[in-house]
């Protein structure tokens, strides 16, 4: 028989953690009901659009929006690198100078797509 209200067995000794007839006391639903409501306004398109344009929410909302577009970045920038590294981009080019074609060649992908990776 299963220990806890959501069904699983953590393996303790059978009556072990709260009682199943224990509900949330009124404090712990408002809580939650106070952070769904809060999560699904700030989720809103709607919201979003206020929040950019209000003089007071307008600073929070781009200090947001860019640490977003850091981390999104970021993460594009590591993937670039790590593209090039394992095509042996960095190697050929550490030798010896070469363009975008010979690197496509020496990699075994088509000419555009070296020099996207070239470009990024």
Known sequence: MPNDARGWDHGLPQGAGPPRSAAPG???RLRLG???WRNRTIASPRFQRFAARFPLTRPIANAHARAL???TA???YSQLLAAAVSL???ERLSAAPAGTPELARAAGVPDPAMARLLQG
Do not use: H, P, S, T
Request: glycine share 20%; net charge negative.
């Open 88 to 90: 042996g981009v960095i």
């Open 69 to 71: 577009f850091d981390l």
């Open 34 to 36: 106070w952070a769904a």
């Open 26 to 28: 009124w404090g712990a």
């Open 74 to 76: 970021g993460f594009v």
